[in-house]
Nanobody, 123 residues
Framework: QVHLVESGGGLVQAGGSLRLSCEAS????????IGWFRQAPGNEREFVAA????????YYADSVKGRAFIDRDNDKKSVYLQINSLKSEDTAVYYC????????????????WGQGTQVTVSS
């Protein structure tokens, strides 16, 4: 059992930056890959970024490559997602999830999810 809580969302201007946090409690946090997904109204949930258990490998969706950076601190049981040069199309609810084994891209196969944090980018 891993309980995940996202934070750091809010209203930002296009071109600005946000740093989202995913904090975990319970379970063995370092045993899980952590991914970030987002879902905008009317859209499917889409992969944004992920990192492996040690944080040694990072994955990014094409939509955020060059603008996003994911990192994790297993001592603090936290994963962070920095997104720079925010665009209106980044507006969505952002969720972090934990997956023990398997592809980080398969959002329907994650073991645990947080409640989400809203990111709204105004233009």
């Amino acid at each position: 059992q891993v309980h995940l809580v996202e934070s750091g969302g809010g209203l930002v201007q296009a071109g600005g930056s946000l740093r989202l946090s995913c904090e975990a409690s319970e379970g063995t946090f370092s045993s899980y890959k952590i991914g970030w997904f987002r879902q905008a109204p009317g859209n499917e949930r889409e992969f944004v970024a992920a990192t492996t258990q040690s944080g040694g490998t990072r994955y990014y969706a094409d939509s955020v490559k060059g603008r996003a950076f994911i990192d994790r601190d297993n001592d603090k049981k936290s994963v962070y997602l920095q997104i720079n040069s925010l665009k209106s199309e980044d507006t969505a609810v952002y969720y972090c999830g934990a997956r023990f084994f398997g592809s980080v891209y398969e959002g329907d196969r994650y073991d645990y999810w947080g409640q989400g944090t809203q990111v709204t980018v105004s233009s």
